[in-house]
C-alpha cells in the first residue's frame, strides 16, 4: 500500500501571508508512460464534504482560485497558497491514484495566525 | 450541473442493518465510477471501495472487504452503501465521490474524487 504522508499537522498563517503544505508518497506515483503524477489535494472545511483543488499534481480544478497551486514529483509534492484569505480556513487533504488502493495523508489543519 | 445527493442522517442500534444512498444527476451516471468514503468523528478520509454502475463491477479496499456491500441501480441512477450488523465503531459521516478521469469516453479507476455527496452521518449507539 502506498502511504501518504503531510506535513506540517497544523499551520497557522498571517492573512496575505504564502501558506505550504507538504505530501510525500511511501512510492513513486509517477505514472513513467504518460508522465502524470497520480496526486490530487482537497480542502475541506468544517462541516462540508471534501473539495477538489487539484488534479495531476498541478492542475488547478476548474473554479480553484490561482492562489491554490501544486508542485512535485515522483514522491514528493507541495501545496501552496500565495496569499492566505480568510476563507481559506480549513483542512488539507493529499490523495494517490496511482494505486487503486487510493490513500489519503492524513490532513494539514490551516488556520489564520 | 452533476450533483450527489445523499441520504439522511441515521441513528440506529449495534447489530442492526442499514443501506444509505446517494444518487447522481447531471452526467451520465452509468459511465464514471462512484466511491464511498468514511470519516469517523474528528479523524481523516479514509477511502471504502468503488462501484462501476454501468455493470456493477466493486472494487473494495481490503479495510473495509466483508465488513460492507457495495451496489448501485443504474435504472435510478443510485449508489447503495450497506451493513448486515452495525457495530459502534462504524459511527462517521460517509461520504460518496465521482472519480473523475475520462478521456476518449472512457472512465478510469486510477481518478481523482471530483464530486462529492454532502455526507450520510451514521450514529450507532445502543
Known amino acids: 500500500d502506498i502511504v501518504m504522508t503531510q506535513s506540517p499537522d497544523s499551520l497557522a498563517v498571517s492573512l496575505g501571508e504564502r501558506a505550504t503544505i507538504n505530501c510525500k508518497s511511501s512510492?513513486?506515483?509517477?505514472?513513467?508512460?504518460?508522465?502524470?503524477?497520480?496526486l490530487a489535494w482537497y480542502q475541506q472545511k468544517p462541516g462540508q464534504p471534501p473539495k477538489l483543488l487539484i488534479y495531476?499534481?498541478?492542475t488547478r480544478e476548474s473554479g480553484v482560485p490561482d492562489r491554490f497551486s501544486g508542485s512535485g514529483s515522483g514522491t514528493d509534492f507541495t501545496l501552496t497558497i500565495s496569499s492566505l484569505q480568510a476563507e481559506d480556513v480549513a483542512v488539507y487533504y493529499c490523495?494517490?491514484?496511482?494505486?487503486?488502493?487510493?490513500?489519503f495523508g492524513q490532513g494539514t489543519k490551516l488556520e489564520i495566525k | 450541473e452533476v450533483q450527489l445527493v445523499q441520504s439522511g442522517a441515521e441513528v440506529k442500534k449495534p447489530g442492526e442493518s442499514l443501506k444509505i444512498s446517494c444518487k447522481g444527476s447531471?452526467?451520465?451516471?452509468?459511465?464514471?465510477?462512484i466511491g464511498w468514503v468514511r470519516q469517523m468523528p474528528g479523524k481523516g478520509l479514509e477511502w471504502m471501495g468503488i462501484?462501476?454502475?454501468?455493470?456493477?463491477?466493486?472494487r473494495y479496499s481490503p479495510s473495509f472487504q466483508g465488513q460492507v456491500t457495495i451496489s448501485a441501480d443504474k435504472s435510478i441512477s443510485t449508489a447503495y452503501l450497506q451493513w448486515s450488523s452495525l457495530k459502534a465503531s462504524d459511527t462517521a459521516m460517509y461520504y460518496c465521490?465521482?472519480?473523475?478521469?475520462?478521456?476518449?469516453?472512457?472512465?478510469?479507476?486510477?481518478?481523482?474524487?471530483?464530486?462529492w455527496g454532502q455526507g450520510t452521518l451514521v450514529t450507532v449507539s445502543s
Open positions: 465521490a465521482r472519480l473523475g478521469y475520462c478521456t476518449n469516453g472512457v472512465c478510469y479507476t486510477r481518478g481523482y474524487f471530483d464530486y
Open positions: 447531471g452526467y451520465s451516471f452509468t459511465s464514471y465510477w
Open positions: 462501484i462501476y454502475p454501468g455493470d456493477s463491477d466493486t
Open positions: 512510492q513513486s506515483v509517477l505514472y513513467s508512460s504518460n508522465n502524470k503524477n497520480y
Open positions: 495531476w499534481a498541478s
Open positions: 490523495q494517490q491514484y496511482y494505486s487503486t488502493l487510493y490513500s
